[in-house]
């Protein structure tokens, strides 16, 4: 459905001439409607021309939910947390500045609208009215300060610097009133709504006076609040009927942990829960064969990094690192490993379903004779032996296999060095980790809504996960002007020539973005899951 330009030009005259190039472009048909949804999120442009968090629930009131999940690793405390489990339960009472809905748009939570200055280097975001803590006390724009103070703190164990490395330091944010809150930043984000969203998912709004304590009261703003917490076994939550929006419909939400993946699933086929955040590619045949259950699908940007050292040995040369990444039958890959839930990479960061991607980019495909080719003017035409370190970890043994398998066609003899993650990733720095001292190897990548910290911690000159050791200084230009660009059309021009130079250079292959599953009892509405394994169930009711 087009767009009324009626409300284009409304739009202009509100918001004025930072958010001229977002409106612009579906006037001009270059933007489609899903994407400028999302780039006007990102400007704050929240009108419910374009969302409503907080419409009348739909579904039946009342009754219990049972929600599964992995038991949370070294406790709850929202600074540190970075386990599935942890933030899977972090959003049952807690709530973000805005959330990132599965369409990759941003919604307004517990701030009402933000907005950039001319070159994004400060971002203004308006707090909601009406909301209180579990425990009385009202939500001011202080709270949201000393939250991200929190997390911006280098001389604390917060999980959210490697998001904000660059961008947003401690003394960075401040509290202008009581509603509202300026992040001043290191450099211009032009997508810095996206740090203070669900996507850093620890990044849950507490009191100002909060001293640690979460595991014991876990006091949020959110439609449930904790009733009971058993650290071994799980945990339960009630109605908010407190809550500033719509009152959630199920009565409580049972929390029940496992020790693992197979036994969650396990409890989910047994019917003794009722839902499940994460769902593992390995596991889904057995619930896609259940009538009872169902499968949620979400396009998510998680992948697995297939890295090659740029600075030593045979791939040094970049045509013979293109030649592996010609040898990869992608769509094969994909359909062998995740039976086709995922889309196909294209050796950089930008997954297909980001709106700045270039999608006027030519895929690449498997090509032998050019791979052949590229191997032979390296002077490495007859191949050579070479060591994979991966993980054992989800699908990375089969794709290092599928690996193997391919660039054997090239006459390369690859023998694959499996070890268990704690093993891989060891110390986690260079020269004291098999992970970042690896001729060639393959690491897991979570989503996230934006390709920044993919862009620039594996593969920034400087980058602290730079494995492949690549080193180029017009690339580093180029992701510098893709993260300060303000407008979408800036985004992708940059995004192009991004995604030309990894083409080009190919120091890692992006074979493909697996999906994020989540998995229910049939009848189950209302839920939204994120790939991050978030569940927001104040919505959800079960039929039957």
Same mark, same amino acid.
């Given at each position: 459905?087009?767009?009324? !330009? /009626?409300?284009?030009?409304?739009?202009?005259?509100?918001?004025?001439?930072?958010a001229i190039a977002a409106i612009d472009g579906p006037a001009a048909g270059r933007l489609n409607r899903r994407d400028f949804l999302r780039h006007c999120a990102v400007?704050?442009?929240?009108?419910?021309?374009?969302?409503?968090?907080?419409?009348?629930?739909?579904?039946?009131?009342?009754?219990?939910?049972?929600?599964?999940?992995?038991? !949370?690793?070294?406790?709850?405390?929202?600074?540190?947390?970075?386990?599935?489990?942890?933030?899977?339960?972090?959003?049952?009472?807690?709530?973000?500045?805005?959330?990132?809905?599965?369409?990759?748009?941003?919604?307004?939570?517990?701030? @009402?609208?933000?907005?950039?200055?001319?070159?994004?280097?400060? +971002?203004?975001?308006?707090?909601?009215?009406?909301?209180?803590? =579990?425990?009385?006390?009202?939500?001011?724009?202080?709270?949201?300060?000393?939250?991200?103070?929190?997390?911006?703190?280098?001389?604390?164990?917060?999980?959210?610097?490697?998001?904000? $490395?660059?961008?947003?330091?401690?003394?960075?944010?401040?509290?202008?009133?009581?509603?509202?809150? $300026?992040?001043?930043?290191?450099?211009?984000?032009?997508?810095?709504? #996206?740090?203070?969203?669900?996507?850093?998912?620890?990044?849950?709004?507490? !009191? @100002?006076?909060?001293?640690?304590? #979460?595991?014991?009261?876990?006091?949020? @703003?959110?439609?449930?609040?904790?009733?009971?917490?058993?650290?071994?076994?799980?945990?339960s939550f009630v109605r908010n009927d407190s809550y500033w929006g719509a009152k959630a419909l199920p009565d409580r939400v049972e929390v029940t942990y496992f020790a693992?993946?197979?036994?969650?699933?396990?409890?989910?086929?047994?019917?003794?829960?009722?839902?499940?955040?994460?769902? !593992? =590619?390995?596991?889904?045949?057995?619930?896609?064969?259940?009538?009872?259950?169902?499968?949620?699908?979400?396009?998510?940007?998680?992948?697995?990094?297939? =890295?090659?050292?740029?600075? @030593?040995?045979?791939?040094?040369?970049?045509?013979?690192?293109?030649?592996?990444?010609?040898?990869?039958?992608?769509?094969?890959?994909?359909?062998?490993?995740?039976?086709?839930?995922?889309?196909?990479?294209?050796?950089?960061?930008?997954?297909?379903?980001?709106?700045? /991607?270039?999608?006027?980019?030519?895929?690449?495909?498997?090509?032998?004779? $050019?791979?052949?080719?590229?191997?032979?003017?390296?002077?490495?035409?007859?191949?050579?032996?070479?060591?994979?370190t991966s993980q054992i970890f989800q699908d990375i043994p089969a794709f290092a296999k599928a690996i193997q398998a391919a660039t054997a066609d090239l006459g390369i003899?690859?023998?694959?060095?499996?070890?268990?993650?704690?093993?891989?990733?060891?110390?986690?720095?260079?020269?004291?980790?098999? +992970?970042?001292?690896?001729?060639?190897?393959?690491?897991?990548?979570?989503?996230?809504?934006?390709?920044?910290?993919?862009? /620039?911690?594996?593969?920034?000159?400087? %980058?602290? +996960?730079?494995?492949?050791?690549?080193?180029?200084?017009? #690339?580093?230009?180029?992701?510098?002007?893709?993260?300060?660009?303000?407008?979408?059309?800036?985004?992708?021009?940059?995004?192009?020539?991004?995604?030309?130079?990894?083409?080009?250079?190919?120091?890692?292959?992006?074979?493909?973005?697996?999906?994020?599953?989540?998995?229910?009892?049939? %009848?189950?509405?209302?839920?939204?899951?994120?790939?991050?394994?978030?569940? +927001?169930?104040? %919505?959800?009711?079960?039929?039957?």
């Amino acid at each position: 459905m087009p767009f009324d !330009p /009626t409300s284009l030009d409304a739009l202009r005259r509100r918001y004025g001439p930072i958010a001229i190039a977002a409106i612009d472009g579906p006037a001009a048909g270059r933007l489609n409607r899903r994407d400028f949804l999302r780039h006007c999120a990102v400007l704050g442009i929240s009108l419910p021309l374009f969302t409503a968090t907080q419409q009348a629930r739909a579904g039946v009131p009342g009754g219990t939910l049972r929600l599964g999940q992995i038991a !949370p690793v070294g406790g709850l405390e929202p600074v540190r947390v970075a386990d599935p489990g942890g933030v899977t339960q972090l959003a049952m009472c807690g709530e973000y500045l805005c959330v990132n809905g599965p369409d990759f748009t941003l919604r307004p939570s517990l701030a @009402t609208s933000w907005s950039p200055n001319r070159d994004g280097s400060i +971002w203004t975001f308006k707090i909601r009215d009406g909301v209180t803590f =579990h425990d009385g006390k009202r939500l001011t724009a202080a709270d949201v300060a000393a939250t991200f103070e929190r997390l911006a703190n280098p001389d604390g164990e917060s999980n959210a610097l490697s998001m904000f $490395e660059g961008y947003l330091s401690k003394g960075g944010t401040r509290a202008v009133d009581a509603a509202t809150v $300026e992040f001043h930043l290191d450099a211009p984000h032009g997508q810095f709504p #996206y740090l203070v969203s669900s996507e850093t998912v620890n990044a849950i709004i507490l !009191p @100002t006076d909060y001293r640690g304590d #979460y595991e014991r009261t876990q006091v949020g @703003t959110g439609a449930f609040k904790l009733a009971q917490y058993a650290p071994d076994t799980g945990a339960s939550f009630v109605r908010n009927d407190s809550y500033w929006g719509a009152k959630a419909l199920p009565d409580r939400v049972e929390v029940t942990y496992f020790a693992d993946d197979a036994a969650q699933v396990e409890a989910l086929k047994q019917g003794k829960v009722d839902i499940l955040a994460r769902l !593992p =590619h390995a596991m889904a045949l057995t619930i896609a064969a259940n009538p009872a259950l169902q499968i949620i699908r979400m396009p998510s940007t998680a992948h697995n990094q297939l =890295h090659m050292r740029a600075d @030593t040995g045979p791939f040094k040369d970049p045509r013979v690192r293109r030649a592996v990444a010609l040898a990869l039958d992608r769509p094969k890959i994909a359909e062998t490993l995740l039976a086709g839930r995922a889309q196909i990479g294209n050796d950089s960061p930008f997954a297909p379903i980001y709106p700045a /991607t270039d999608k006027t980019m030519a895929q690449r495909a498997k090509n032998l004779v $050019e791979a052949k080719a590229l191997m032979q003017a390296a002077g490495v035409g007859s191949g050579f032996a070479v060591e994979l370190t991966s993980q054992i970890f989800q699908d990375i043994p089969a794709f290092a296999k599928a690996i193997q398998a391919a660039t054997a066609d090239l006459g390369i003899k690859l023998t694959i060095n499996a070890l268990e993650p704690a093993r891989y990733f060891a110390d986690g720095v260079f020269g004291k980790s098999p +992970w970042l001292d690896s001729a060639m190897g393959i690491t897991d990548y979570t989503h996230r809504g934006i390709p920044n910290l993919h862009l /620039t911690a594996p593969l920034r000159s400087d %980058g602290a +996960w730079n494995a492949a050791r690549y080193k180029s200084a017009s #690339y580093d230009r180029q992701v510098a002007s893709y993260i300060a660009a303000l407008d979408l059309d800036s985004q992708r021009k940059a995004a192009g020539e991004i995604e030309k130079t990894l083409l080009e250079d190919t120091p890692v292959v992006f074979a493909y973005f697996a999906d994020a599953l989540a998995a229910t009892r049939k %009848g189950l509405s209302g839920a939204e899951f994120s790939p991050n394994g978030q569940a +927001w169930l104040a %919505g959800a009711s079960l039929a039957g």
